[in-house]
């Protein structure tokens, strides 16, 4: 069985500031790993994956993120954040078979004027 | 086009009622899930179901049942409706892949208030 770890439940950044939030997970198998936003009253909407390759991948919206096999992290990065970005961030898991995604418990990204 | 779509999308309702929540997508995918997400914004899988099959059922109490009449929609049916089942309920869809390496659609959720 997967698990997802957020360990940031709330982070509050300013405007035009960096941001990174952190993703850890465990897993017996090979995992996808995946970060959703979810807006205000919204449903969730993929920012980025990985599948495999090159461990750095890029989203949407300017996010990025870079898997650590090894500390087994998923961390998710923007080099400046807007007003607009505020919002939950999930980190998310699939292994190889299943058909289930496992949900970290969200992080709440507050930018700041 | 709405990917996955669900109705209600606001649901008010008394204590002990029956209530359903319908969910449809038009992407052609083999996989449908419901999710809980309680107030505290933790997301749960309830159920999945692969070309109207049930293949993941978590713990959830025996008042929901799902139901898939075609691969294209997945309905939840909740009997005696109790105030812990207050919460917003998501669908999702995604293709059918052995190797799991695709992403999960989501609606845009239904708030359940039961009062």
């Known amino acids: 069985a997967q698990s997802v770890t957020q360990l940031d439940s709330q982070v509050p950044v300013f405007e035009e500031a960096p941001v990174e939030l952190r993703c850890n997970y465990s897993?017996?198998?090979?995992?996808?790993l995946f970060w959703y936003v979810q807006y205000p009253n919204q449903g969730l909407q993929l920012l980025l994956k990985?599948?495999?390759?090159?461990?750095l991948v890029k989203g949407i919206n300017g996010f990025e993120a870079e898997f650590n096999k090894s500390q087994t992290s998923f961390h998710l990065r923007k080099p400046s954040v807007h007003i607009s970005d505020t919002a939950e961030y999930f980190c998310?898991?699939?292994?190889?078979?299943?058909?289930?995604?496992?949900f970290g418990p969200g992080t709440r990204l507050s930018v700041l004027p | 086009d709405t990917a996955v779509s669900q109705t209600p999308k606001y649901l008010v309702t008394q204590m002990g009622n029956d209530k359903s929540i319908k969910c449809e997508q038009n992407?052609?995918?083999?996989?449908m899930y419901w999710y809980k997400q309680d107030s505290k914004k933790f997301l749960k899988i309830m159920f999945s179901?692969?070309?109207?099959?049930?293949?993941i059922n978590e713990t959830v109490p025996n008042r929901f049942s799902p139901k898939s009449p075609d691969k294209a929609h997945l309905n939840l049916h909740i009997n005696s409706l109790e105030l812990g089942d207050s919460a917003v309920y998501f669908c999702?869809?995604?293709?059918?892949?052995?190797?799991?390496?695709?992403?999960?659609?989501f609606g845009q959720g239904t708030r359940l208030t039961v009062v």
């Open positions: 990985y599948l495999s390759g090159s461990t």
């Open positions: 998310a898991v699939r292994d190889n078979y299943g058909q289930n995604f496992v």
């Open positions: 999702a869809s995604s293709p059918q892949n052995t190797y799991g390496n695709t992403e999960a659609f």
């Open positions: 992407l052609g995918h083999d996989t």
């Open positions: 897993s017996s198998v090979s995992v996808y």
């Open positions: 179901y692969n070309n109207k099959e049930l293949i």
